[in-house]
Nanobody, 118 residues
């Protein structure tokens, strides 16, 4: 069974860069046709898709976040990561990693709370 787990800081200062890692167990992140996503949910708001790295290494980002978002992977560790720069309090959210195939989401991490505050 594929499991995903987010890790990273729970508190980030404004203007700094958030770095989160998703560790995947139960299957390689290079498995054909799977895609590995970052999604967030600010308090009181809905889910916001941030971006994805697909099995072949290609990345795609939400237009609203593209300029300050980077997703990468380390296949030797079976991990993929998120970097979000120029953080503001509006970036406070629960951040999730999730697996998708054919645009349908299956396995999700439990989510990690990130608060932007000075």
């Amino acid at each position: 069974q594929v499991q995903l787990q987010e890790s990273g800081p729970g508190l980030v200062k404004p203007s700094q860069t958030l770095s989160l890692t998703c560790t995947v167990s139960g299957g390689p992140i290079t498995t054909s046709n799977y895609a590995w996503n970052w999604i967030r949910q600010p308090p009181g708001k809905g889910l916001e898709w941030m971006g994805v790295i697909i099995y072949d290494g290609n990345t795609y980002y939400s237009p609203s976040l593209k300029s300050r978002t980077s997703i990468s992977r380390d296949t030797s560790k079976n991990q993929f990561s998120l970097q979000l720069s120029s953080m503001t309090p509006e970036d406070t959210a629960v951040y999730y990693c999730a697996r998708s195939i054919a645009t349908m989401f299956g396995s999700w991490g439990q989510g990690t709370q990130v608060t932007v505050s000075s």
